[in-house]
């Protein structure tokens, strides 16, 4: 579970933070910079996973065009990430060796150079990870107590040495006592990070139980075409991006958590939900086309014959989706979800994301009984102040825990050229700035009724 990012020279980020609570909706005008929010998540996901280069690749832009570009034309030639995250108890690695996390709270630091030498490339110039104390852990205290375990480590895990210039080296440093030596890599022309390189889980499980969680992030950027697609039965049975091979995964889900009382198991559940916020709808089913080894979605509605994706809407699909990756069992973690609002009516937009909301809650209630049990986060982007409605009023500061406000500022540094950023507020409960609030930090309700007006008039 993602805690806090920090961004800093990515896209239009410059000294970007933003604490992430269990269920976040970032509200925001198009342009405003929430799809660059999900970049940088999808970019640290890869770095996870390969090299700088390919994760560079899959990205949106070119190479040059993730860095920062300032308002007078130049570009600032570094990038830097810090991710909090809360991990799970235990980590399973590709080869089935099981490593139990002695310490769920840890701070991941990564900064990356744009260097002409061959031509423009990036370089990873250092990369740390360090426990994170108890007693500075206000995220858990907030969102989620009992939910971590901590160690009396202190030491960090992964840092950076450059105390000889010349040869920079990544040091990581042993987890099981204090026996054995530190590893070290070469820092000077470092093209993958040091998380990328971990495969197995006995040796560092902490780093690679991070590595896992950027691993299992999913973002989800649903084409309605794929949803309608039918799937054959050879095609992978995972959940895409963009919502390709749904009916497989809902096989798959109802195959591993059925029981005989329950033979479709939580896809029993997933029907529930989606008949709460699509009356019309009472159930999902499969239609098995046995001849042509084909598999489609079917949706089961009130008073009428089964019908098959090909015919549903794009709010149904993207609905039965984004439920089917909450519910999936081999998918845990954090999933990000573009435009929620796209293809179901505003009335009924306020009951799916309470409906939402529930889920992940129920989530960590049960992790508190069953540290074996799935922990659900879920980052919704949205341009529609309909939304607002169905979140939860504030905590002590006056501030809505649920919901952010991002749009774009000018911003001058000392030494740093004027760039246009985005940046983020939080969202005032009261119907004034209440005191002890930092009123430039927060959306008043008067600019959230500006921007429902000029939302609804398209302007």
């Not at 987890?175 to 889980?201: F, N």
Request: proline share 5%; with cysteine.
């Amino acid at each position: 579970m993602l805690t806090r990012i920090e961004i800093d020279g990515f896209k239009t980020f410059r000294d970007f933070a933003l604490d992430v609570p269990p269920f976040l909706v970032v509200l925001g005008r198009n342009a405003a910079g929430k799809s660059n929010l999900f970049d940088a998540l999808q970019f640290l996901r890869l770095l996870a996973d390969g090299s700088l280069l390919e994760a560079a690749q899959h990205a949106r832009g070119e190479v040059t065009e993730l860095f920062h570009r300032y308002s007078d034309g130049g570009r600032a030639t570094c990038m830097t990430f810090a991710a909090e995250v809360l991990l799970d108890r235990s980590v399973t690695d590709a080869f089935g060796d099981t490593a139990p996390v002695g310490h769920s709270r840890l701070r991941y630091e990564v900064s990356i150079e744009l260097r002409e030498s061959r031509g423009l490339r990036p370089y990873v110039v250092r990369e740390s990870v360090r426990p994170i104390r108890r007693s500075e852990d206000t995220w858990i205290a907030t969102f989620a107590p009992g939910l971590a375990v901590y160690s009396s480590r202190t030491s960090d895990l992964l840092e950076t040495d450059t105390s000889d210039p010349a040869r920079p080296k990544f040091v990581i440093r042993q987890q099981k006592g204090a026996q054995g030596r530190p590893r070290e890599l070469p820092a000077s022309e470092a093209t993958a990070t040091v998380l990328s390189s971990l495969t197995t889980a006995n040796e560092f499980p902490l780093l690679y139980a991070l590595r896992a969680e950027f691993r299992s992030w999913k973002l989800l950027h649903l084409d309605p075409t794929a949803l309608r697609a039918a799937d054959s039965y050879d095609d992978p049975d995972v959940l895409g991006a963009n919502g390709a091979h749904l009916a497989n995964a809902l096989r798959r889900i109802a195959q591993e958590t059925g029981s005989a009382d329950r033979p479709d198991g939580v896809l029993n559940d997933l029907s529930a939900d989606l008949a709460a916020v699509i009356p019309e709808v009472v159930g999902v089913g499969l239609d098995e086309d046995e001849a042509r080894r084909q598999r489609q979605v079917q949706v089961v509605a009130r008073d009428e014959a089964p019908f098959s994706a090909r015919v549903a809407s794009d709010g149904t699909l993207r609905a039965i989706a984004l439920l089917a990756a909450l519910y999936d069992p081999r998918g845990p973690g954090l999933i990000c979800f573009e435009e929620s609002e796209n293809g179901i009516y505003p009335e009924r937009l306020a009951q799916f994301v309470r409906h939402l909301r529930t889920l992940v809650d129920r989530s960590l209630e049960r992790r508190l009984t069953d540290d074996r049990s799935s922990l659900n986060q879920l980052i919704l982007s949205s341009h529609s102040p309909a939304i607002l409605r169905a979140l939860r009023s504030a905590d002590g500061t006056g501030l809505r825990r649920d919901v952010v406000f991002v749009d774009t500022a000018a911003k001058v540094t000392p030494g740093s050229p004027k760039s246009r950023v985005t940046r983020v507020r939080g969202v005032s409960a009261m119907e004034q700035t209440g005191p002890g609030l930092d009123v430039g930090a927060v959306v008043s309700p008067a600019e959230i009724a500006d921007f429902e007006v000029s939302e609804a008039l398209g302007v």
